[in-house]
C-alpha cells in the first residue's frame, strides 16, 4: 500500500482526520470497518466483505477514504461482469462503485477519492468505464432529483476525464437516467479502442 495522502484541500475537514489511499489490500480492509452510512449497496458489513473480495480479484483495486480504521468513503475497480458486454473487451476496466457516507459528504471525499485512483498510472493501460444505475443514487437524501443526480453523476467523473458516451448497451438503455462514461488511458493501442468505439452499438 502507498503512504496515505492526506487531504488537506477539503472543506470542514481536518486534514488529520481522513486520509486517502488505495489500492488497499485485502489484509489492510479485514482489520478496518465500514462507517454505518455506506448502505447504496448493500449493508456495511456485506459491502466489507464485497470490498475485501473485490481486492483479492488480480485486477481488482480499492481506494479508501478513512478516518482511523472507519472507511467513510470507497471506490472500487474490477474488470466487467461476464454477463456485461463490456467483459467481451480485453482491456476495458469498470469502475464498480463510489460511496460516501452521508455524514461526509460535500467536503470533497468523493473527487479525491476519484483523483487518487486516476492517478494511478495502471488506468492508463486501460479503457475504464463507469456504469452509473441511477437506482444505487440517493435521491431521497440528496432532494437533487433524477436529473439533477445524474448532472452531479457526471460532473464529478469529468474531473478525472471519464466523459459521458452514448451506447445501447441494454444494461444503460434500460433506464434513461442511468450514465455511461468513459476515459481512455493514453497507453491503449488503437487497434483496442477501435474495438471499444464498435461495441458502443451493437444493435
Ligand atoms: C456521489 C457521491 C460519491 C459524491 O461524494 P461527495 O464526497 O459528496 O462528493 P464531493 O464532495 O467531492 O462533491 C463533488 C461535486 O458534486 C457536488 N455535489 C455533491 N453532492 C451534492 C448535492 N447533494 N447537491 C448538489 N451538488 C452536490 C459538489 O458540490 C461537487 O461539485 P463541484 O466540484 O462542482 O463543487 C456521494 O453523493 C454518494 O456516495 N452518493 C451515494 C452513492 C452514489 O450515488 N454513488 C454513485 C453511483 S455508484
Request: charged share 25%; proline share 5%.
Amino acid at each position: 500500500m502507498r503512504e496515505p495522502e492526506l487531504i488537506h484541500s477539503l472543506q470542514g475537514i481536518n486534514s488529520s482526520e481522513v486520509s486517502v489511499e488505495g489500492p488497499v489490500q485485502a489484509v489492510e480492509l479485514e482489520k478496518m470497518h465500514l462507517n454505518q452510512g455506506l448502505t447504496s449497496f448493500r449493508p456495511p458489513d456485506r459491502q466489507l466483505e464485497a470490498l475485501i473480495k473485490i481486492s483479492n480479484l488480480p485486477e481488482g483495486m480499492i481506494y479508501a477514504a478513512r478516518n482511523g480504521q472507519e472507511i467513510i468513503g470507497y471506490l472500487t475497480f474490477h474488470y466487467p461482469s461476464k454477463y456485461s458486454r463490456w467483459s467481451n473487451h480485453p482491456r476495458v476496466l469498470e469502475l464498480g462503485g463510489i460511496e460516501v457516507s452521508p455524514e461526509w459528504r460535500r467536503k470533497g471525499v468523493g473527487t479525491t477519492l476519484l483523483k487518487e485512483a486516476f492517478a494511478n498510472p495502471v488506468v492508463e493501460n486501460y479503457i475504464v468505464v463507469a456504469i452509473e444505475f441511477c437506482w444505487h443514487w440517493d435521491l431521497k437524501r440528496t432532494k437533487l432529483g433524477l436529473l439533477g443526480y445524474r448532472s452531479m453523476m457526471i460532473n464529478i467523473f469529468n474531473k478525472v476525464g471519464l466523459k459521458k458516451r452514448a451506447t445501447d448497451d441494454p444494461d444503460i438503455t434500460e433506464e434513461p437516467a442511468n450514465v455511461f462514461a468513459v476515459r481512455i488511458g493514453k497507453n491503449v493501442g488503437q487497434k483496442d479502442i477501435s474495438l471499444f468505439e464498435s461495441m458502443l452499438f451493437m444493435h
